[in-house]
C-alpha cells in the first residue's frame, strides 16, 4: 500500500511538472510574439520616416532645380539729409529720408512682406527707425518705399566717432547705415513657407543739403544693399 500511494504521489508530482512547464512554455511564446510584434511596429514606423524624410529632399531637390530662385533686390535710390547736428549735450538732431527699391526678380516667387523695419545708424548708434504695414509682391515686380527719419536723440558717441562727425561735417558727408529687418513669408505656386526675419544692410554715403542746394561732387550715387543673412534657398 504504501508503494503504491508514493507512486501516486510521484505521479502527482510529475502531472505538476509538466503544467508547470506547459505554462512557462506558453509565457515564453506570449512574450517572443508580443516582442516581435513590438519590433515589427517599430521597424515600420522607422521605416515610414525615412521615406518621408527621402520624399522631402527629392521634392527641395527637385523644386530648386526648377524654381532656382534668386535673393531679392534692395537697392536705396535717392537719400536727402537736410539736419544732421550733434549739439554739446549729444543731442542729433537729424532729418533724412531714404528711397528704397524693392525687386523681386523671380518668375515663380512671391513674397509676402508681413513686416518691414527700417532702422537709422551713425556709428553702430541707431537714431531713427520707421515701420511700414504689410504687403503682397507678385513675380517680376518693383516696389518702392520712402521712409523718413526725422527728430532729435540723445545719443552717446566715443570721441574718436565725434572726430568722425566731425571730418563728415567739414566734408559734407556722412557715412550713415541703413538696415532693414523683415517678417516675409515665400509663395512658391501653392507653397508657403513659415515666416523668416532676413536682414538687409545699406552702407550710405548721404551728402549734406544746404538749402536745396548739394556741394559739387557730393551727388548721392543709388546704393545696393546686402544680405545680413544667407538663405539656402536663394542664389
Avoid at 562727425?165 to 515665400?186: C, D, H, P
Wanted: aromatic residues 14%; glycine residues 6%; contains cysteine.
Amino acid at each position: 500500500m504504501a508503494t503504491k500511494s508514493n507512486r501516486r504521489h510521484n505521479n502527482d508530482n510529475l502531472d505538476g511538472c509538466c503544467c508547470s512547464r506547459c505554462l512557462c512554455g506558453c509565457f515564453n511564446c506570449c512574450c517572443r510574439c508580443l516582442c516581435s510584434c513590438i519590433g515589427y511596429f517599430f521597424n515600420y514606423i522607422l521605416s515610414i520616416i525615412c521615406n518621408i524624410i527621402i520624399a522631402v529632399v527629392i521634392f527641395a531637390v527637385l523644386f530648386w532645380l526648377i524654381v532656382h530662385p534668386n535673393y531679392i533686390k534692395f537697392t536705396i535710390t535717392d537719400a536727402s539729409l537736410t539736419q544732421f547736428n550733434f549739439r554739446n549735450n549729444n543731442t542729433l538732431h537729424y532729418d533724412l529720408s531714404v528711397n528704397i527699391m524693392i525687386r523681386n526678380p523671380n518668375r515663380r516667387v512671391g513674397i509676402y512682406y508681413d513686416n518691414i523695419e527700417m532702422l537709422a545708424f551713425y556709428k553702430d548708434v541707431r537714431f531713427g527707425s520707421q515701420t511700414f504695414g504689410k504687403f503682397f509682391q507678385s513675380h517680376k515686380n518693383t516696389s518702392f518705399l520712402k521712409a523718413v527719419f526725422r527728430g532729435q536723440k540723445v545719443i552717446a558717441l566715443s570721441s574718436d566717432q565725434i572726430r568722425e562727425l566731425n571730418k563728415g561735417t567739414k566734408n559734407g558727408v556722412y557715412a550713415i547705415v541703413v538696415k532693414v529687418f523683415l517678417k516675409a513669408r515665400f509663395k512658391f505656386g501653392f507653397f508657403k513657407t513659415w515666416e523668416g526675419n532676413p536682414k538687409v544692410g545699406c552702407d550710405l554715403q548721404v551728402p549734406l543739403k544746404s538749402g536745396n542746394e548739394i556741394s559739387s561732387g557730393n551727388e548721392f550715387l543709388a546704393t545696393n544693399c546686402d544680405w545680413d543673412d544667407k538663405w539656402w534657398l536663394f542664389r
